[in-house]
């Protein structure tokens, strides 16, 4: 009965603020209701991001437990359902006014739509797919892959993967990685089913449908976005598995015929091996990585200094193994979390997680509204991060960051190499992640680890374990903890290659495969001008083409891999 009057009291509501309301200018109200969003929600976003952060750098059972907490805060704000309701009247007169408001206020308050609409559920459920978020994330923090008894970090993992020439050594690292996957599965499933079921109660088909659709994507669009790239890397691909195969199977000294995944020298085959000519590593074995980038992010008027200094880069027990960065209060407070060790692939993950840093304010002026004050898509942030990464590997790099690189030919080579060999390599591990998600979503019930061994073997040509029945895709985490957000690294590296182009002809005057950045701040100033100052005031796709002059398109990126 009480559910019966609370909901009547609500329809009462929101029709008494229509009935009041919509006759009159919906500009006031629009800036009464982002006022308050910045007045209300802003301290908790913020205070989020603290916590976050503190969790993932800890791994303590406190900090996750205060994280859950202030997410479910910030859920209960975003899910008021009165406010939900006042914004829903917003934003439809605003549409329907006779003299459109200001396209600035109206990007506010879509933005501002899409982000009470993702939450726009029983706070009960949130919360439940909250304390499971939240698990899991604990789970892979604190998770060391143990062997013959003895506990590996992500990097010696990945040392083995990249080392050892004993087949039974490699696979035992191998599957040590992958013993998270049950560790994490029951929540996991858990937090699939939830996730549909909010995706659900909101009108979308599923979780998968609705993340697409609140970043303003086409569900559809993607996925033909990833039928035409497979068309176009395919062959490419192919060609190229052919010659890894070949050297991988020498290096172990087996049959080509006789490789399974734990011979590809990264626990999911999403990175290039070390087969080539040049070990690019040694260029980088006694050197300061997070020196190098501070001085050629300097070098091209983009200071990273206050950036390095707030953030946590070494490997430490409990602290999460991988890299990223974040914005906490989109006021200049970004850090970047690593675990740096010397060589090429630190290097270009230092490279890209300082791209991320760099699209944040300052550099996002501060004139650009609290809400707005964003990147434009997750994609474009993703892109302009993948658009630096490729330096670690270029010898011209080195060179003028002034590592000692004996033969610039030879290791030019090498790098070119490595750098097609990584965008071929990452555009079918992709394809895995995208249709697995997709599918995932469609049908939980589905057995989940046949279809990711048979997307494997399909995209990525790489044969599965003979017996093996276990979740392996369990142990990628984003697949748990970064859900249906896969697909905007693939769209983030077409725009990578893009911009890249864009830079290359209009301030370098010179061919994208010779192009450097180094010292040369006019790079600098075109990012600021095209890329950080229409922040999120432009949905993505007018966006992209205000910053490349082109809509987004897998040109540039097909000269890339020829």
Not at 45 to 51: G, H, V
Not at 341 to 350: L, S
Not at 380 to 408: H, I, Q, R, S, Y
Not at 409 to 436: C, D, N, P
Request: aromatic letters at 10%; glycine letters at 4%; a negative charge.
């Amino acid at each position: 009965m009480r559910q019966i009057i609370a909901c009547m009291s609500l329809v009462l509501v929101v029709l008494g603020v229509a009935g009041c309301q919509t006759e009159s200018n919906p500009v006031p109200r629009a800036q009464e209701f982002i006022r308050d969003y910045e007045a209300t929600v802003r301290p908790v976003e913020i205070e989020m991001q603290r916590a976050w952060w503190n969790a993932n750098t800890s791994g303590k059972d406190e900090d996750f437990k205060a994280k859950e907490q202030i997410q479910n805060r910030l859920d209960g704000l975003l899910s008021d359902r009165l406010q939900f309701a006042r914004l829903e009247i917003i934003r439809e007169d605003l549409e329907n006014a006779r003299e459109k408001p200001s396209f600035l206020l109206r990007r506010q308050i879509e933005v501002l739509y899409l982000t009470y609409q993702a939450r726009h559920v029983d706070p009960e459920l949130l919360k439940k797919i909250s304390a499971k978020e939240n698990a899991i994330e604990q789970a892979f923090n604190t998770f060391r892959a143990k062997v013959d008894g003895k506990e590996l970090t992500d990097s010696a993992v990945t040392k083995v993967l990249r080392e050892s020439k004993d087949s039974t050594e490699r696979q035992k690292a191998w599957e040590a990685s992958k013993a998270v996957g049950p560790v994490v599965l029951a929540d996991l499933k858990e937090v699939v089913k939830l996730r549909n079921q909010a995706a659900t109660k909101l009108g979308f088909r599923n979780y998968y449908d609705m993340q697409l659709r609140l970043g303003e994507q086409d569900p559809q669009a993607v996925l033909k976005i990833f039928d035409e790239l497979y068309e176009l890397t395919r062959e490419p691909y192919k060609q190229l598995k052919g010659e890894i195969d070949a050297k991988l199977a020498a290096n172990c000294g087996i049959p080509v015929a006789d490789l399974r995944p734990w011979h590809y020298q990264d626990k999911f085959f999403q990175e290039p091996p070390a087969i080539y000519e040049v070990n690019l590593d040694s260029f980088y074995a006694k050197a300061d990585i997070a020196a190098l980038a501070r001085d050629f992010y300097a070098g091209i008027g983009l200071p990273v200094d206050k950036i390095l200094a707030r953030s946590d880069l070494y490997e430490r027990a409990g602290k999460s193994p991988h890299g990223f960065c974040t914005d906490i209060d989109r006021e200049g407070d970004v850090r970047v979390l690593e675990n740096i060790v010397p060589g090429r692939e630190w290097m270009g993950v230092t490279l890209h997680e300082c791209g991320h840093g760099v699209y944040a304010p300052p550099n996002i002026p501060a004139s650009v509204p609290y809400v707005l004050r964003t990147q434009a898509h997750s994609f474009t942030t993703e892109g302009l991060a993948m658009m630096f990464e490729p330096f670690a590997a270029k010898a011209n790099w080195m060179a003028a960051m002034g590592l000692n690189v004996p033969d610039v030919k030879a290791a030019t080579e090498t790098g070119a190499k490595v750098q097609r060999s990584h965008l071929l390599i990452f555009a079918a591990w992709s394809q895995v992640m995208v249709r697995f998600e997709m599918a995932m979503y469609e049908n939980p019930e589905q057995d989940l680890n046949k279809l990711w061994w048979d997307l494997v073997e399909k995209y990525q040509m790489v044969k599965r374990p003979e017996g093996r029945n276990a979740p392996d895709y369990a142990s990628k985490i984003h697949i748990c903890t970064s859900p249906c957000y896969y697909h905007n690294y693939t769209m983030g590296q077409l725009f990578a290659s893009q911009l890249h182009h864009a830079i290359c002809r209009e301030v370098l005057k010179t061919e994208p495969s010779k192009a450097l950045y180094n010292n040369h701040p006019e790079v600098g100033e075109f990012l600021k001008q095209r890329v950080f100052a229409p922040a999120n005031t432009l949905r993505w796709e007018a966006f992209v083409k205000f910053a490349t002059g082109e809509e987004l398109n897998a040109k540039a990126f097909a000269e890339d891999v020829k």
